[in-house]
């Protein structure tokens, strides 16, 4: 009887974690492919919200990343964002630094952002993670089309 209330009240702190937003201001976050680090599984993720750069439209791009620690100790995972449109270079957005713990989730953490004025190309996010004593992952991608309603 008292494991089920436990269970009971576990449950209802889950589902009440559930329903509280990430991230309030964000209109919608969309993750890409998966690469790891270690023992930690990595997705870069990006989202797009309108905004104005004098009279012209613009969006705000920002990378986030979405870490999972399989391993059993904590770790600090080091990580850096870039972006590119449309093809172009790639440019750094923002960099950082998260502790993991063991069996823990991070994420969406915001990386980095840039205000691009709207125009028809596609903008490109790529995310890369650095566990402490692993090496640097491969690209995680994520892209979006700037100017989408």
Not at 28 to 52: D, F, M
Not at 63 to 79: D, F, L, S
Not at 110 to 119: K, L
């Amino acid at each position: 009887m008292q494991l089920r209330r436990i269970g009971m009240a576990l449950g209802a702190a889950a589902l009440t974690m559930l329903s509280i937003p990430g991230n309030a201001h964000a209109v919608g976050i969309a993750c890409g492919g998966g690469v790891s680090t270690g023992r930690v599984p990595v997705n870069g993720c990006i989202s797009a919200q309108r905004g104005s750069v004098g009279a012209f439209p613009s969006r705000e791009m920002t990378a986030y990343i979405k870490a999972r620690n399989t391993g059993t100790r904590g770790i600090n995972v080091a990580y850096e964002a870039f972006a590119r449109p449309d093809g172009g270079s790639w440019a750094k957005v923002g960099s950082g630094r998260s502790y993991v713990g063991a069996g823990q989730e991070i994420g969406p953490v915001e990386v980095g952002s840039t205000t691009r004025v709207c125009a028809p190309v596609k903008v490109e996010i790529r995310v890369h993670a650095r566990a402490d004593g692993a090496a640097w992952s491969g690209w995680s991608p994520a892209s979006t089309k700037q100017c989408q309603t």
